[in-house]
């Protein structure tokens, strides 16, 4: 068994898991945060996208005792109990998710795009978004919400957003 | 139970307009059954083809918000109590007799709670219609995706380690590959002593011969599409359990519910009242996940060992062992005028079903009838056979063979077109259906907007100004 101790959308969290754990299934076992998903265990659809120390790393392709130390952010530290991150509002207003299961993974690309880069042309956003893939053909949504939330949080950038 | 006071409506509630029932106390109270209200329904009904407000309107999904919040719980999300991981093990060899399966390496691991191979399986048999595919193959093996054991251990790593310790004997079979080398008497069989052609369909109108005697023109050619996985996001997964009582609970990402029940009461023989399906929401099925797949054995590893059981596919297991669209042989032949009208069309389909039947026969019959394509043609002839190879099965995927024929019967209209010199689009206006056109299938048209269609793509597009 490995120990981790690591921060988890803001709050310090421990594990002992077994060497051959990964960031994804630490995360969904360990702390029971099922937003990353598990697609394809090679690092090609990016459903298990999280944040770690601001980048986007596909988890499923992290082990868990990599962690040791650094900060994770999960789709579940994106909103609070009152407000929905702007991300997740344009998405679900732009009705950009079909199934859902790629959802997680592609609003935290977003996100990191939109940390490094407030304001990202139409191919900035598609090769940010190029590590997540979609079969339910929701691309051109996505592109429109993510627009739509870039152009929202310029917009309250005073404000705090997670 | 005590009667209670009748609603009263109070001056209250009617001025408000609320038109709620109010009991004594003045407390809103909800009927158990709404109040019915007349709505103009009849003046909001647009007219036939009149354009709704409802185009060009943002629509949300009301399971977006969970979707993006990651709340959704989709099968693999969810865990029970002492639940066990079940991992199947694949034969990796498209055809062979099973001589020996030797699991007692792997059932002595710490953690290992079970096994199972095809003989543990009370009826080890499914199919929507053929009832051709094993859950786990025993004794033979069809083709390489075929599971052949079935382990529940305490992790998924150790049942994963005690995969590789489970011994099989094969004794190598011939296999076949190719869908027409497989319509020959001499080919292998898939499954004997069947043939391998496990369905056909043949559709005739008016005298093709005859046709293409009249033509000014025939064109021949030969098209094929190729094997396609639906790649959902989710892979296959079910939880299996058992209460006291002896009924099983399967939670499952299957999107045929009740057809899945009945497979799981045939193979399992149980009643269907002992049986209960739990679906929620499908991260993705595109027709992949309209039957069971390791269903029945996660129940009997969780009937084994008295817990829950979770059987999650990996993704080279969903491009393996799960189902896929038919790759199609489609001969053309058609008979023009100098016009370009289609006089007669003459279709050959060979269906490449793969090892089982799955929704084979749903497949061919649509494929067949679409295959003439959206045109008057006085004389038809299509014939379609599906086939056993010794390949992942094939299965329901979006439309149903209707693509394959679609890429076949509108690339077969370009050729034309470019060898009449006629323009694609004019050739396409003077055969379309028009309305109460008759399908080949005898079938009298109604709504029929294919030239209406064509012609505002065309003028959308700019067709003209891109010759």
Not at chain 1, 114 to 130: G, H, K
Not at chain 2, 300 to 307: A, E
Not at chain 2, 451 to 465: N, P, T
Request: hydrophobic share 40%; net charge positive; aromatic share 6%.
């Amino acid at each position: 068994m490995t120990d981790v101790t690591l921060k988890i959308n803001g709050e310090t969290r421990s594990a002992a898991v077994p060497p051959e754990t990964t960031l994804l299934k630490m995360l969904r076992e360990n702390f029971n945060l099922t937003g990353a998903k598990l697609g394809c265990d090679v690092g090609d659809c990016g459903a298990c996208t999280v944040i770690v120390d601001g980048m986007s790393v596909n988890s499923c392709l992290m082990l868990a005792a990599q962690l040791e130390g650094r900060e994770v952010l999960t789709i579940e530290g994106l909103a609070t109990p009152d407000r929905l991150h702007p991300i997740q509002k344009s998405f679900e207003d732009c009705a950009s998710l079909q199934c859902g299961f790629c959802g997680p993974g592609v609003i935290m690309s977003s996100k990191a795009l939109l940390d490094a880069n407030p304001n990202p042309s139409v191919a900035e956003i598609r090769d940010a978004l190029a590590g997540n893939l979609c079969r339910c053909t929701g691309y051109t949504k996505m592109i429109e919400a993510v627009q739509e939330s870039a152009k929202a949080m310029r917009g309250r950038k005073s404000e705090r957003v997670a | 139970m005590t009667k209670k006071a009748k609603p009263v409506r109070t001056a209250r509630a009617k001025s408000a307009g609320i038109g709620q029932p109010v009991d004594a106390s003045g407390t809103l109270r909800l009927p158990a059954v709404t109040q019915q209200v007349a709505y103009p329904i009849e003046a909001l009904a647009p007219k036939v083809r009149q354009q709704t407000p409802a185009v060009g309107q943002r629509a949300t999904r009301p399971d977006g918000r969970l979707h993006g919040l990651g709340q959704t719980k989709y099968i693999d999300d969810m865990s029970f109590p002492g639940m066990l991981y079940c991992k199947i093990k694949r034969a990796g060899i498209s055809s062979a007799l099973i001589k020996k399966i030797d699991t007692r390496e792997a059932a002595a691991m710490p953690g290992v709670m079970a096994i199972i191979t095809g003989k543990d399986i009370p009826v080890n048999s499914y199919g929507p219609s053929i009832k051709d595919q094993p859950v786990l193959a025993y004794e033979r093996v069809f083709h390489a995706g075929d599971g052949v054991a079935a382990v529940a251990a305490v992790t998924e790593q150790i049942a994963l380690e005690a995969l590789e310790k489970i011994k099989v004997e094969y004794e190598a079979l011939p296999a076949i590959y190719d869908p027409v080398e497989a319509m020959k008497d001499s080919a292998p069989k898939v499954h004997p002593p069947s043939s391998n052609i496990y369905a056909t369909k043949l559709i005739k109108k008016g005298d093709v011969e005859k046709g293409f005697r009249e033509s000014y023109r025939v064109f021949e050619d030969t098209f094929t599409t190729q094997m396609v996985e639906h790649v959902p996001l989710e892979p296959h997964c079910s939880i299996a359990s058992w209460d006291a009582n002896g009924r099983l609970t399967i939670h499952s990402t299957l999107g045929r519910i009740t057809l899945g029940r009945t497979d799981m009461a045939r193979t399992l023989q149980l009643p269907l009242s002992r049986i209960r399906m739990v679906a929620t929401i499908v991260g993705g099925n595109f027709g992949g996940k309209n039957e069971i797949t390791q269903e029945p054995a996660l129940a009997i590893l969780s009937k084994m060992t008295g817990r829950p059981v979770k059987g999650t596919f990996t993704r080279t297991e969903e491009f393996i062992a799960t189902t896929t669209r038919h790759p199609i042989i489609m001969h053309y032949k058609t008979g023009v005028s100098k016009e370009g009208k289609l006089i007669a069309r003459k279709v050959r389909l060979v269906l490449d079903g793969g090892a089982y039947c799955s929704w084979s026969e749903t497949t061919l019959g649509k494929a067949c009838i679409l295959s003439p394509g959206p045109y008057n043609i006085e004389n038809v002839h299509a014939e379609a056979f599906v086939v056993y190879t010794n390949k992942t099965m094939t299965g329901a995927m979006r439309g149903f063979g209707a693509p394959q024929v679609c890429f076949a019967y509108e690339s077969h209209m370009d050729d034309i077109a470019e060898a009449l010199g006629i323009d694609p689009l004019e050739i396409r206006l003077r055969n379309a259906f028009h309305e109460g056109s008759s399908s080949p299938t005898g079938q009298v048209l109604h709504s029929v907007v294919v030239r209406d269609s064509l012609l505002q793509a065309a003028e959308r597009y700019g067709w003209k100004e891109a010759q």
